[in-house]
């Protein structure tokens, strides 16, 4: 279960760090040059609700690939309806077209988190890969 609660935290720090970019840009392509100043909090309280589905990914056994892609599918929409739903509500966007704006925004995000995520097991598999060898090797001699 600590593995679980690192996993939340950190997408709760790439998420926030993540619109708060993109938002960063959109604003600079915009000439918007100030923000509400609830706009922090929302960012966090945002972050936050979107980091904790992550728990969807966490497995007691090994799950077959088909449950994975359910499981990464069913997340997906979670995510995409938390932000939608809060979006509405604070009023970050009025009109369809800048629904679908903050609609892709998440899918950016989230990809983001995802290969943040893939990079980071990777690297963790590659450790322990590396350690097993170097294990097996010493132990041959």
Same mark, same amino acid.
């Given at each position: @279960?600590? !593995? #679980?609660?690192? @996993? ?10 993540? @619109? ?13 040059? #100030?923000?509400?100043? #609830? ?20 497995? +007691? ?9 359910? +499981?990464?599918?069913? %997340? ?7 932000? @939608?739903?809060?979006? #509405? ?5 009025? !009109? ?21 995520? %893939?990079?980071? !097991?990777? !690297? ?9 060898? +170097?294990? %097996? ?5």
């Amino acid at each position: @279960m600590k !593995d #679980a609660i690192k @996993m939340v935290v950190t997408h709760f720090f790439v998420i926030s760090v993540a @619109m708060l970019f993109f938002t960063s840009v959109g604003n600079l392509l915009e000439g918007v040059t #100030a923000l509400p100043i #609830a706009y922090p909090f929302q960012v966090m309280i945002t972050g936050i609700l979107t980091a904790v589905p992550s728990l969807l990914f966490y497995f +007691r056994n090994e799950p077959t690939k088909k449950q994975f892609y359910l +499981r990464f599918f069913i %997340h997906f929409c979670i995510i995409e309806a938390i932000v @939608m739903t809060e979006g #509405a509500l604070v009023g970050w966007y009025s !009109d369809i077209l800048n629904a679908v704006i903050v609609f892709v925004i998440v899918m950016l995000v989230y990809a983001i988190v995802l290969l943040y995520s %893939h990079f980071v !097991d990777s !690297d963790t598999a590659n450790n322990i890969n590396n350690a097993l060898n +170097r294990f %097996h090797d010493e132990n041959e001699d």
